[in-house]
């Protein structure tokens, strides 16, 4: 079994960790991929916008981004888990989350959670994605 770290050119860690891992299933791959936030905006790790539907919008791109470097897409998601910050974002999340996941329609966790670790994110995202060779 083989593991691969997918690790973005532009994307910068805090810590040690991947951004996600392909693993080598024989006839498929499996994509986990760590917990997404808001792109930050400089080094003291603020994020681009305070906006929830921008946010999110921002998560699933780069989200696609690392599958897509992968050679996987959004289609093949089969788990996802969304952290927010106020669950009385779930009206604006929901309708967003559907369209990009629209083909894939994952099995899905949403919870609230009392922060993240980048200063302003009030979203997280990881997924599971299969792909077949």
Not at 6 to 33: F, H, L, N
Not at 58 to 85: C, H, P, R, W
Not at 92 to 101: D, H, M, Q, T
Request: aromatic content about 8%; charged content about 30%; overall charge negative.
């Amino acid at each position: 079994m083989k593991i691969e770290n997918i690790i973005p050119e532009d994307y910068k860690t805090r810590g040690a960790y991947s951004p996600a891992k392909k693993i080598d299933m024989g006839d498929y791959y499996m994509i986990y991929v760590s917990g997404v936030q808001a792109p930050k905006k400089d080094d003291s790790h603020q994020v681009v916008t305070d906006d929830i539907a921008e946010q999110t919008k921002l998560v699933f791109e780069d989200i696609n981004k690392i599958l897509n470097q992968a050679g996987a897409s959004l289609d093949d998601v089969v788990k996802a888990v969304i952290y927010l910050t106020d669950m009385k974002d779930f009206d604006i999340v929901s309708p967003i989350r559907a369209e990009y996941f629209k083909n894939s329609m994952p099995v899905s966790t949403m919870v609230e959670v009392k922060g993240m670790t980048r200063v302003g994110a009030k979203i997280e995202i990881e997924v599971t994605a299969i792909r077949a060779k």
